[in-house]
């Protein structure tokens, strides 16, 4: 089975085209889609709920929570799992402006993971208003400590933090990445996946495309081709099946969840 567990159809940089969408979930067998960061939270995860529920055999919704803004109790957990089908949760710490360990969002881990909900931390760092102290992946090893049972996803690898990402990797067995690749990066997609080769962690990374910015197909490509982007040159380099253990990665279950 291939997963790509990271898609929108909600985007704050231009408009997502949602047959775009379909016709790129095709290259797939199941996709998580991740609701936007901006908006009314109750709009936007009623939108994603529309959608994906017209696609339950393809995707999988994350729903947008904002712990310091929204009812983020487990009975409104409940709500979003039982009555909207959305199976995780997607929180924008740095845009929406508040601390990972805020007090707030400490008792919104503690619910989902009662109820069983992922949490995937979307790093959006690049956006100017964006606070960056809130992106730095050691702040997740509190997290991680006190909610040993809550599966957590470190959205882009940390993106600028990636040695941070692969240390919480090594530490923590509830901590996942999202390996999502831009295919025109070539080194920084060479750098990333030595990287948590020689930290001995591949084995903790989920394939993703990052749609729109880039789409399953290209991605996969580009990541079983990993060795030929150093054909010529003297660079170390991954194993094959290492590489396509990524792309083949049984996601679903090491989320726990039922689809």
Same mark, same amino acid.
């Given at each position: 089975?291939?997963? $790509?567990?990271? !898609?929108?159809?909600? $985007?704050?940089?231009?408009?997502? $085209?949602?047959?775009?969408?379909?016709?790129?979930?095709? !290259?797939?067998?199941?996709?998580?889609? %991740?609701?936007?960061?901006?908006?009314?939270?109750? *709009?936007?995860?009623?939108? @994603?709920?529309?959608?994906?529920?017209?696609?339950?055999?393809?995707?999988?919704?994350?729903?947008?929570?904002? =712990?310091?803004?929204?009812? &983020?109790?487990?009975?409104?957990?409940?709500? %979003?799992?039982?009555?909207?089908?959305?199976?995780? !949760?997607?929180?924008?710490?740095?845009?929406?402006?508040?601390?990972?360990?805020? !007090?707030?969002?400490?008792?919104?881990?503690?619910?989902?993971?009662?109820?069983?909900?992922?949490?995937?931390?979307?790093?959006?760092?690049?956006?100017?208003?964006?606070?960056? #102290?809130?992106?730095? +992946?050691?702040?997740?090893?509190?997290?991680?400590?006190?909610? =040993?049972?809550?599966?957590? &996803?470190?959205?882009?690898?940390?993106?600028?933090?990636?040695?941070?990402?692969?240390? @919480?990797?090594?530490?923590?067995?509830?901590?996942?990445?999202?390996?999502? %690749?831009?295919?025109? /990066?070539?080194?920084?997609?060479? *750098?990333?996946?030595?990287?948590?080769?020689?930290?001995?962690? @591949?084995?903790?990374?989920?394939?993703?495309?990052?749609? +729109?910015?880039?789409?399953?197909?290209?991605?996969?490509?580009?990541?079983?081709?990993?060795?030929?982007?150093?054909?010529?040159?003297?660079? +170390?380099?991954? =194993?094959?099946?290492? &590489? /396509?253990?990524?792309?083949?990665? #049984?996601?679903?279950?090491?989320?726990?969840?039922?689809?």
């Amino acid at each position: 089975m291939i997963v $790509d567990c990271h !898609t929108h159809i909600q $985007d704050s940089v231009r408009e997502v $085209d949602k047959a775009e969408h379909l016709e790129a979930a095709e !290259t797939v067998d199941t996709c998580l889609v %991740l609701a936007a960061g901006d908006g009314n939270s109750e *709009n936007i995860n009623k939108e @994603l709920s529309d959608y994906v529920n017209a696609h339950k055999n393809k995707m999988i919704g994350f729903a947008l929570v904002r =712990p310091t803004e929204d009812s &983020i109790n487990e009975k409104d957990l409940t709500y %979003l799992k039982d009555k909207l089908g959305l199976k995780g !949760t997607v929180l924008y710490c740095a845009s929406s402006g508040f601390h990972p360990v805020h !007090t707030k969002a400490m008792q919104f881990y503690e619910s989902a993971q009662k109820v069983g909900f992922p949490v995937f931390f979307h790093n959006d760092s690049v956006y100017q208003e964006a606070v960056l #102290d809130y992106t730095q +992946p050691y702040l997740m090893d509190e997290v991680a400590r006190t909610f =040993p049972d809550l599966k957590i &996803i470190m959205g882009n690898m940390g993106q600028s933090f990636l040695e941070q990402t692969l240390l @919480l990797l090594a530490k923590h067995n509830n901590v996942y990445a999202d390996l999502t %690749l831009n295919p025109n /990066r070539v080194w920084q997609i060479y *750098n990333t996946v030595i990287s948590a080769y020689e930290r001995e962690v @591949l084995d903790k990374l989920f394939f993703g495309s990052g749609f +729109p910015l880039s789409n399953a197909g290209e991605c996969i490509e580009t990541l079983l081709g990993f060795n030929k982007l150093i054909a010529d040159t003297n660079l +170390p380099k991954v =194993p094959r099946d290492h &590489i /396509r253990h990524i792309v083949e990665r #049984d996601t679903l279950s090491l989320l726990d969840i039922k689809h």
